[in-house]
């Protein structure tokens, strides 16, 4: 096939480096993209007279049956038209000949790239902030049935103080609320329209840059040519983004796995959620959790590939930039597989919740309860820590928890106990005093699903 750039070549390119030149494979996917944006061009350019008004036309039309003969499954791209910008030009240009061949006109395809990968990662970042308020909204329904589901809180993985299972899920609610506004917040800065740049330094062609970016929904058009077709931050920050993503679905994943084992019997992963051992019969395991867990890696892999990718090149374009696809495209790949199946699988797990109440009885959770509780008579609060200390250490040696001591057993380590300490002390009142602002009291527990709730519905209003 001759190539789209083949009039300074005498020699066909090496079947083989057709091959490893190509990035059809993969950058077929923004078919939708592309046409839209030389849609916008070709309009634009029969606006402005840089070409005549029926060729303008016919392109758009044209176009517009590509696209749906692509949708329809009848087109077949080529590996040596080497990406979809070519693939698509190069249909046009067969089928209404000179008016195709004028739509390149005041473009490259550096700018064209950039446009096209900016309004594919646009589309794709709309999504997954959808995904992701559906993460957010079941967290806070998971809450809701456990604002009452005592269980033991952690640091060092070692039992600290009792928390409740509805504030362990509101934790991850707020993780995905920044997760949600970052990406929005990375969507600004790649809303911005390339095409303009040329293949490095403009175009001397009178092209009205705002028109295509109104045509496109863009908010503004980028203002320096050079690094309009060498900018990829945008790429890398939803690389970011979306690394972030699934560290948090990954941190609670691995709690998933540790609660599903033996030991703990948290939680029971809904058989549909789970799997079996093709040896070992009594096996049930978390293979979801685990799946997300391990694909966390490449994801943080594919941040790592692009910003290695980038780190080198001077301006403006180089080929190294198409790479930039494999990696960002597996990574909205990844996440959007995961996020479905992760809100599936916590909403129809079983919550033990008298195991949970177990666990928070023992370990001691309630010892800076005991502690603050002398504190409220008055001693000072080293000297409280330092009592209830001899009172653990005693609990330990006679395989006793701090509610079971009798009064007397009380009274040995401090005679500023009375019979109040049993109501002070218990996991019901641990939790329930921690009112704070933040804390897990089932007050403020209350208020936080409250707001939360508010702040999912603005954004599906603002979306309507
Ligand atoms: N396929 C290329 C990419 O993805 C498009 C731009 C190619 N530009 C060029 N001058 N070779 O980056």
């Not at 972030?244 to 796995?257: D, K, P, Q």
């Not at 799997?275 to 049930?284: D, F, H, R």
């Amino acid at each position: 096939m001759k190539k789209l750039w083949g009039g300074r070549f005498r020699k066909a390119t090496d079947k083989k480096v057709d091959d490893f030149n190509s990035s059809i494979r993969f950058d077929k996917r923004m078919y939708k993209q592309d046409i839209k944006g030389s849609v916008a061009h070709a309009s634009m350019l029969g606006k402005q007279g840089i070409i005549p008004k029926e060729d303008s036309e016919a392109i758009v039309a044209e176009l517009k049956n590509i696209l749906n003969d692509i949708e329809d499954g009848n087109i077949e791209f080529l590996v040596d038209a080497e990406d979809i910008h070519m693939n698509i030009e190069k249909i046009l240009t067969d089928r209404i000949g000179d008016a195709g061949k004028r739509l390149h006109t005041g473009r490259s395809r550096n700018d064209q790239v950039a446009l096209d990968i900016r309004m594919y990662l646009m589309d794709e970042t709309a999504d997954i902030e959808e995904m992701l308020v559906e993460t957010m909204t079941t967290f806070v329904e998971l809450a809701k049935q456990h604002i009452d589901t005592i269980m033991p809180g952690y640091t060092h993985l070692q039992k600290a103080q009792p928390v409740t299972f509805a504030h362990h899920c509101m934790a991850y609610y707020e993780m995905f609320k920044r997760d949600y506004s970052r990406l929005k917040d990375c969507r600004k800065r790649t809303n911005v329209m390339p095409l303009g740049s040329g293949a490095l330094a403009g175009t001397t062609y009178p092209l009205d840059r705002e028109y295509v970016a109104d045509m496109l929904g863009f908010d503004s058009v980028t203002m320096n040519s050079l690094d309009g077709v060498s900018d990829r931050d945008f790429v890398i920050e939803l690389a970011g983004c979306l690394s972030m993503v699934m560290m948090h679905l990954s941190r609670f994943s691995e709690e998933l796995i540790l609660w599903s084992s033996n030991e703990f019997s948290f939680v029971e992963m809904d058989d549909a959620y789970s799997t079996g051992s093709s040896i070992m019969p009594q096996k049930k395991n978390p293979d979801v959790a685990e799946l997300i867990r391990g694909k966390t890696g490449r994801v943080y892999g594919n941040l790592m590939s692009l910003l290695t990718m980038m780190k080198g090149i001077p301006l403006a374009y180089n080929k190294d930039m198409q790479e930039d696809k494999e990696p960002i495209f597996d990574s909205i790949d990844t996440v959007k597989l995961c996020l479905p199946v992760f809100c599936d699988m916590i909403r129809t797990m079983k919550v033990n919740k008298n195991n949970m109440y177990d666990g928070a009885k023992g370990g001691f959770t309630n010892a800076t309860d005991a502690a603050d509780y002398l504190v409220k008579k008055g001693l000072p609060f080293r000297d409280a820590h330092a009592v209830i200390g001899n009172m653990v250490f005693y609990c330990i040696e006679h395989g006793k928890a701090i509610l079971d001591l009798t009064m007397d057993e009380m009274r040995s380590f401090s005679d500023m106990i009375g019979e109040d300490i049993y109501d002070a002390v218990s996991l019901e009142t641990c939790v329930n005093d921690r009112k704070v602002i933040g804390g897990p009291a089932k007050r403020m527990t209350e208020k936080a699903i409250k707001k939360a709730e508010r702040f999912i519905d603005s954004i599906e209003t603002d979306e309507n």
